[in-house]
């Protein structure tokens, strides 16, 4: 069984409640359920912190044969964090970059990430299912 970790970093946890008009009134939790659902054939863990230290320790643990794919999506540390972007480069597991919201048609600083050129894969703008596609992308090994 193909195994894939959920990474979701600061201010995720508030998916619901969070600027429902920008990420949608669904809290991840519920959509996970569903994700878990359609993908049977998946052992789909999810790991949120509101720490980029705590991130990078996920990565680092996951990274080295815990998980065949890891889906990222590390929130506003997207747009500052080298030390993710390194930590992305060190591990050994492909990381695929996600986003909720179409980043680019938002604020300017919102236009760089630093994890995009160490990510395998990024998928930006298609709501809650951008982790859909990541997910079977990485079951497609795409
Ligand atoms: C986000 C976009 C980031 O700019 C923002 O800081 C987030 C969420 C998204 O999923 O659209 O926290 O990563």
Partial sequence: MKKILIINGPNLNLLGKREPGIYGSSTFETYLEKLR??????E?????????????DRLHSAGFGEAD???LNAGAYTHTSVAI???????RTPVIEVHISNVHQRE??????????????????FGLESYRLA?????KKL
């Avoid at 789909?44 to 990078?56: A, K, L, P, V």
């Avoid at 972007?85 to 591990?91: E, H, M, P, S, Y």
């Avoid at 300017?108 to 703008?125: V, Y």
């Avoid at 997910?135 to 079951?139: G, N």
Wanted: net charge negative; glycine share 8%; charged share 20%.
């Fill in 44 to 56: 789909i863990d999810y790991y949120q912190s509101n720490h980029e230290g705590d991130i990078i």
């Fill in 135 to 139: 997910v079977e992308s990485i079951l």
């Fill in 108 to 125: 300017e600083f919102r236009h760089h990430s630093h994890l995009s050129p160490a990510a395998s894969g990024i998928i930006i703008g």
């Fill in 85 to 91: 972007a390194d930590a992305i480069r060190a591990i």
């Fill in 37 to 42: 659902e359609a993908y049977p054939e998946a």
């Fill in 69 to 71: 794919g890891i889906v």
